[in-house]
């Protein structure tokens, strides 16, 4: 059985720095072909898909955000680590983690998300 | 990247069809066959309904499809029930390596 969580602070500052983690179950990183993606969305708003770690440790990230986000992995834990830097009023959403079809780019598991509030 | 551009909302009444579109461009959509569909309930997480254009996972209704032409995905909902209200989405690969998401529709079953 697949499952995902997503943990970290529910409030951050405006100007710091945002770190979340999935913790997830039934599978591993270091099978050929697997990825994690990191996927946000803001209340009301449209998903958007923040960044991916692949097995084999290669990294992908939103071309609009590249500057501000690092995904890392950990398989002897079962868990990925997305940072984000500098965070905004605009970057509060829900944050979800989730798997990637095998070697593909849809998501067959999500965890139940994770909702982050920026402050100024 | 600009997002994929479905229509904000549809409607439909029980037993009907009704078919979402998702239109992309020549570097996303038009281009590869990785495109998939997520049903979302009120406060929940995103469903995976259909992946690279038309391949419904298993446990997913058969009144879910999938199809794609030119620059422009469709999801078909045939036999429409009370619980298929819920928002839609769709996304793509893209060229620049990227994962792109539309900008969602609202489905009301009347």
């Known amino acids: 059985q697949v499952t995902l969580k997503e943990s970290g602070p529910a409030l951050v500052k405006a100007t710091q720095s945002l770190t979340l983690t999935c913790t997830f179950s039934g599978f591993s990183l270091n099978t050929v072909g697997l990825r994690v993606s990191w996927i946000r969305q803001p209340p009301g708003k449209a998903l958007e898909w923040l960044a991916r770690?692949?097995?084999?440790?290669?990294?992908f990230y939103n071309t609009s955000l590249k500057t501000r986000l690092t995904i890392s992995k950990d398989t002897s834990k079962n868990q990925v680590v997305l940072t984000m830097t500098n965070m905004d009023p605009v970057d509060t959403a829900t944050y979800y983690c989730a798997r990637n079809g095998y070697a593909s780019y849809y998501f067959d598991y999500w965890g139940q998300g994770t909702l982050v509030t920026v402050s100024s | 990247q600009s997002a994929l551009t479905q229509p904000a909302s549809v409607s439909g009444s029980p037993g009907q069809s009704i078919t979402i579109s998702c239109t992309g461009t020549s570097s996303d959509i038009g281009t590869y066959n990785y495109v998939s569909w997520y049903q979302q309930h009120p406060g929940k997480a995103p469903k995976l309904l259909i992946y690279?254009?038309?391949y419904r996972p298993s446990g997913v209704s058969n009144r879910f499809s999938g199809s794609k032409s030119g620059n422009t995905a469709s999801l078909t909902i045939s036999g429409l029930q009370a619980e298929d209200e819920a928002d839609y989405y769709c996304s793509s690969y893209t060229s620049s390596s990227n994962l792109v998401f539309g900008g969602g529709t609202r489905l009301t079953v009347l």
């Open positions: 690279d254009v038309t």
């Open positions: 770690i692949d097995w084999d440790d290669d990294k």
